[in-house]
DNA sequence: GTTAGCACTCGGCGGCGTCGAGTGCCACCA
DNA sequence: TGGTGGCACTCGACGCCGCCGAGTGCTAAC
């Protein structure tokens, strides 16, 4: 038995239906790829396909469309990975070295990512707990407000405002500030509870509360979470989807503007897999995407992971290209950053 | 003749247009609204008014629909101000009090503004240029780069580096930071050029050059126009519009996409008024917006604006409820930033 | 200036028949 | 046993047709 050419069936099933948008048959399936037999003895290899999982018909009497576990097994076994063209290489190269600062890199990222899969693309902002800190300066705005300044490595700015129960002495903010990037500079988040507590017990004990309120505002936003930013970009690419199926973008546009969920789905997905992570239809526990697949991967400088970016479109995609094209520009995005 | 009437036609056609968004014809117009007349008359009426431009008929035997141009009589003379419910302020106030920082408070704004109108809501961080200048600070990164970071009085950061010729010398940046924030502390772009110009005399002339350098940047940046940065929230409304004429929110939301769109629009309109402006149809410059109407009005501490907010639709809107709402959120936001 | 009446227009809608792609099954062959 | 050709069947897509009704413009009368 043959379930080589099982596997054959299926591969071509998704592929023409990628490129086609219509349910696929026996008899064009022959005829477009060089499958050495009848329509009918394909048409059996459907059925047991179908009656496997892997694809389905809209209805009676119509081809065959791939089913979520069809996408699934072609993602893991039988797409082949298409290289990236030299002109798109080259592409991703001038678009990203231009940048001139961190907005300007995710910005730029995320437009490329769109252009390039002609999908929607979604790239997170480096995260604070994870990049290593590069400079913490202080300003006082007036008698009991400080204002924290907060630069990572990555190049993110991030800023708060601590209210002071009493009046820090005017002298004491450029030693306190000098023992905080000693202390911390180039350090994680998770390797700052040592310094930190240094840092206070280093003041004499009738200072050391404002002290205090001031390291413990620099623990909390690096170790905040729900800060996360997100960019996207393609939205309207969506709309092409929506000419195919009227109506299945209402949800995932609504899906998509809560970031909330984007950042749920890319921190999930960060536990997929190493490498590219690939989400189709139902695997997406948000039900707005039970009909749209993502494909994710991490970038970072030094193979650390600080964040990731993806690229969002209806089941219905070019996996092989997608995944090449996010694997790309996470590689790039990661070069920069370290350089 | 009665003039009067005519524009009350007019009134009730726009009104009616909005809510069923079906063309309206004669006999319906006076059953909806108790004008004392007979469908013939108004019929007459509607003939004057397509002669004058400001409704149209589809096709022919289909009711009348408003023109760009109809609806442009409509808000500028007709409308009648639609004051907030009770509900609505309140829920303005509640949601926007809470704001942490210039990100939440922006993040929260455009997302209240598009469930407010059910359009999508736009907001301009508050431009660099327009505001004051709380302090600069500078931070070496090695040798030949500074980092110079720049906070206004509405809580905006800003983040440059510095690439210098020469290195300068290390005892020299504290004081150069002093200098600067005295002299330029407090102000607006329009009022640097003297104040930076003596900060660079008040060092030494092997000093200038890298001195000039910083000041060039702080300069730059604020003047940079094209760093000004949107968000926007509610694209997921367009989809309602496009559900009744399928195909034209494509353009929208590419020009959506492209923040220079949005930027100049809302440059543009801050031309056309003092309060609330207004643009409708083919008014948007841009051909993209040609079927859509934006409503626009700034925002900013002490009377002056520094930035926009805005809500965009298609032509059919309600203009009284989203000018309502366009202004309402204007205010609380220019309070809060005052505050 | 308003109204009633009337002939006319035209898009929307539902029914109908045709067409064709595609299927499942069965008998047959190597 | 697996592959093939043949065949009857299904069912959505498409185009045609005729009806219906909302809406109009015009004219003559009030």
Redesign the pocket.
């Known amino acids: 038995?043959?379930d080589d050419?099982r596997l054959d069936v299926l591969r071509a099933i998704v592929e023409d239906y990628v490129t086609t948008n219509e349910?696929?048959?026996?008899?064009?399936l022959v005829e477009r790829h060089g499958l050495g037999?009848?329509?009918?003895?394909i048409?059996?290899d459907?059925?047991v396909l179908?009656e496997a999982g892997y694809i389905a018909?809209p209805?009676?009497?119509?081809?065959?469309v791939p089913t979520d576990k069809g996408y699934r097994l072609f993602v893991d076994r039988l797409s082949a990975v298409k290289p990236l063209s030299a002109a798109e290489r080259r592409a991703i190269s001038a678009f990203l070295t231009d940048a001139v600062d961190l907005d300007d890199v995710v910005d730029r990222s995320v437009r490329l990512l769109s252009q390039l899969t002609h999908q929607v693309a979604v790239v997170q902002y480096p995260s604070l707990a994870r990049s290593a800190l590069r400079h913490v300066e202080l300003v006082p705005l007036d008698d009991d407000r400080l204002l924290v300044v907060i630069i990572t490595e990555t190049g993110r700015v991030e800023q708060r405002t601590v209210e002071l129960e009493h009046a820090i002495a005017a002298e004491l903010v450029p030693e306190l500030r000098a023992r905080l990037n000693v202390s911390a500079g180039g350090r994680r988040l998770s390797e700052l509870d040592g310094p930190l507590a240094s840092v206070v017990e280093a003041f004499a004990v009738s200072e050391q509360p404002a002290v205090r309120a001031v390291v413990d505002v620099v623990r909390a936003t690096l170790a905040e979470t729900t800060e996360e930013r997100i960019v996207m970009a393609g939205t309207s690419n969506l709309l092409r989807a929506d000419r195919d199926f009227p109506g299945t973008v209402r949800p995932v546009i609504e899906a998509l503007e809560e970031q909330v969920v984007l950042l749920r789905l890319l921190t999930e997905m960060a536990e997929d897999s190493v490498d590219v992570a690939v989400r189709i239809g139902h695997e997406n526990t948000h039900a707005g995407l039970s009909e749209t697949s993502v494909v994710a991967a991490g970038y970072g400088a030094d193979g650390e992971t600080v964040a990731r970016i993806g690229a969002l479109g209806p089941t219905r995609m070019d996996y092989a290209g997608t995944i090449a094209s996010v694997r790309a520009v996470a590689r790039y995005l990661s070069r920069i950053l370290a350089g």
Chains 1, 2 share one sequence.
Do not use: D, L, Y
């Open positions: 038995m043959s050419r349910p696929v048959g026996s008899r064009s037999v009848s329509p009918a003895t048409r059996n459907m059925a179908e018909q209805h009676t009497s119509a081809g065959r």
